[in-house]
């Protein structure tokens, strides 16, 4: 036998030695794989484990769906876009969505530039990143292999909070939208739209992002409490949609934050050894609600009207005390004393004038830096005085 065939068969005898033992290593690393993926399932925040992963998932906002859809579906030439509203609507989750279907896994970062605008939002940040990534030429409609769906010849560049970039940013980059129209589509994401310029606004398709009702904020939080084991109190559920007012990545973050707080116990049998202990989850309460929010609870607010009601100093000063020593914040107090006095039956409208006037008077003081002590004292004397020597 030549050397030549005996290096040739030793090879092949070595080689399948090692995809023997590449094989075992496979089995091995790949149920340790397994594990620590699902560690890092269980670590990931929930509001982006439950993030939309297509536009059928968003919820509630049925015009921008409804256009993009039937963009989607028709192959029609996507717009340059706005989308303005309040917070934890779903604006950056459904441009998201959308580039996924649009571009596939394939070339979806490739494809996409997202910048926060309020980290970036200087005039040079628009004439090198953004105008370097425009700039860039995207191939012809290719066909994606995943789905054989047809990929756009054109890019997409996300700006996230665009209302804090500077005016001669925006004006900037009306002239990069105009020369680059060819090869990029922008979606600017903000929650005021009057502090985007008119030149700006007048070059994209706007849509406006409502709150998300309290009927579709229940239905998906009692679903992603099922979904991760945790036991949630109607009155909790209550209080979270009331307190988030629409904003559904606080509402999540919060359910989070409060099945983190609960925790579970473990209910021990006869004996520690006994098979018979099983781990019990405490259901989340209201009270954990305000805990974690730092929202005042109803009780402390209306024991505060009561004390008000009282005619008595000493009565009052004991509340306003108990509530500084509980960690409040005075403008909290003040944003719930004043929806009590707006909801208040036991005063009229020139009193709830007069009690209105001193909570503004008293948020300026806060937001200037006076104590807070003094500022709730200052206000709630002088519901006092309106409450029990009005005329």
Same mark, same amino acid.
């Given at each position: 036998?030549?050397?030549?065939?005996?290096?040739?068969?030793?090879?092949?005898?070595?080689?399948?030695?090692?995809?023997?033992?590449?094989?075992?290593?496979?089995?091995?690393?790949?149920?340790?794989?397994?594990?620590? *993926?699902?560690?890092?399932?269980?670590?990931?925040?929930?509001?982006?484990?439950?993030?939309?992963?297509?536009?059928?998932?968003?919820?509630?906002?049925?015009?921008?769906?409804?256009?993009?859809?039937?963009?989607?579906?028709?192959?029609?030439?996507? @717009?340059?876009?706005?989308?303005?509203?309040?917070?934890? +609507?779903?604006?950056?989750?459904?441009?998201?969505?959308?580039?996924?279907?649009?571009?596939?896994?394939?070339?979806?970062? +490739?494809?996409?530039?997202?910048?926060?605008?309020?980290?970036?939002? *200087?005039?040079?940040?628009?004439?090198?990143?953004?105008?370097?990534?425009?700039?860039?030429?995207?191939?012809?409609?290719?066909?994606?292999?995943?789905?054989?769906?047809?990929?756009?010849?054109?890019?997409?560049?996300?700006?996230?909070?665009?209302?804090?970039?500077?005016?001669?940013?925006?004006?900037?980059?009306?002239?990069?939208?105009?020369?680059?129209?060819?090869? +990029?589509?922008?979606?600017?994401?903000?929650?005021?739209?009057?502090?985007?310029?008119?030149?700006?606004?007048?070059?994209?398709?706007?849509?406006?992002?409502?709150?998300?009702?309290?009927?579709?904020?229940?239905?998906?939080?009692?679903?992603?409490?099922?979904?991760?084991?945790?036991?949630?109190? @109607?009155?909790?559920?209550?209080?979270?949609?009331?307190?988030?007012?629409?904003?559904?990545?606080?509402?999540?973050?919060?359910?989070?934050?409060?099945?983190?707080?609960?925790?579970?116990?473990?209910?021990?049998? @006869?004996?520690?050894?006994?098979?018979?202990?099983?781990?019990?989850?405490?259901?989340?309460?209201?009270?954990?609600?305000?805990?974690?929010?730092?929202?005042?609870?109803?009780?402390?607010?209306?024991?505060?009207?009561?004390?008000?009601?009282?005619?008595?100093?000493?009565? %009052?000063?004991?509340?306003?005390?108990?509530?500084?020593?509980?960690?409040?914040?005075?403008?909290?107090?003040?944003?719930?004393?004043?929806?009590?006095?707006?909801?208040?039956?036991?005063?009229?409208?020139?009193?709830?004038?007069?009690?209105?006037?001193?909570?503004?008077?008293?948020?300026?003081? %806060?937001?200037?830096?006076?104590?807070?002590?003094?500022?709730?004292?200052?206000?709630?004397?002088?519901?006092?005085?309106?409450?029990?020597?009005?005329?």
């Amino acid at each position: 036998m030549s050397l030549q065939a005996f290096l040739k068969k030793g090879g092949s005898t070595l080689s399948n030695l090692g995809d023997g033992q590449s094989t075992s290593g496979e089995s091995s690393s790949g149920k340790g794989k397994k594990a620590v *993926g699902e560690k890092q399932n269980k670590n990931i925040p929930w509001v982006e484990k439950y993030r939309p992963k297509s536009i059928s998932d968003v919820a509630h906002q049925d015009e921008v769906v409804n256009v993009l859809r039937s963009t989607l579906e028709t192959g029609a030439d996507l @717009p340059n876009l706005l989308f303005y509203g309040p917070p934890g +609507t779903g604006k950056t989750s459904t441009i998201l969505a959308a580039a996924r279907e649009i571009f596939g896994p394939e070339m979806y970062r +490739t494809r996409i530039l997202e910048l926060n605008a309020s980290d970036e939002r *200087g005039i040079d940040v628009i004439r090198t990143k953004i105008k370097t990534f425009a700039q860039l030429s995207a191939s012809a409609a290719v066909v994606r292999k995943s789905d054989g769906k047809m990929v756009p010849p054109f890019k997409l560049i996300i700006l996230d909070e665009a209302d804090s970039m500077t005016n001669s940013a925006q004006a900037a980059l009306r002239r990069t939208m105009e020369k680059e129209s060819r090869t +990029t589509r922008f979606c600017l994401l903000c929650n005021y739209v009057s502090r985007i310029i008119g030149p700006l606004t007048s070059r994209c398709s706007k849509f406006r992002f409502k709150p998300v009702p309290a009927s579709v904020l229940e239905s998906r939080l009692l679903a992603i409490a099922e979904s991760e084991g945790v036991l949630v109190e @109607p009155q909790a559920i209550a209080v979270l949609i009331q307190v988030t007012e629409g904003d559904m990545r606080q509402a999540i973050t919060t359910l989070q934050s409060a099945a983190r707080l609960k925790g579970s116990k473990k209910v021990e049998g @006869p004996s520690e050894e006994s098979s018979d202990s099983s781990p019990v989850v405490e259901a989340v309460t209201e009270e954990d609600v305000f805990e974690i929010t730092g929202v005042v609870p109803s009780r402390l607010i209306a024991k505060l009207m009561t004390a008000c009601a009282s005619d008595s100093y000493d009565k %009052l000063d004991s509340v306003v005390q108990e509530i500084i020593e509980e960690g409040f914040s005075a403008g909290q107090v003040l944003y719930h004393v004043h929806d009590a006095v707006v909801a208040s039956d036991e005063m009229n409208d020139k009193q709830k004038s007069v009690v209105c006037e001193a909570l503004g008077a008293g948020d300026k003081c %806060l937001a200037d830096g006076a104590d807070e002590y003094l500022q709730l004292m200052s206000v709630c004397c002088t519901i006092m005085q309106t409450l029990c020597r009005s005329t």
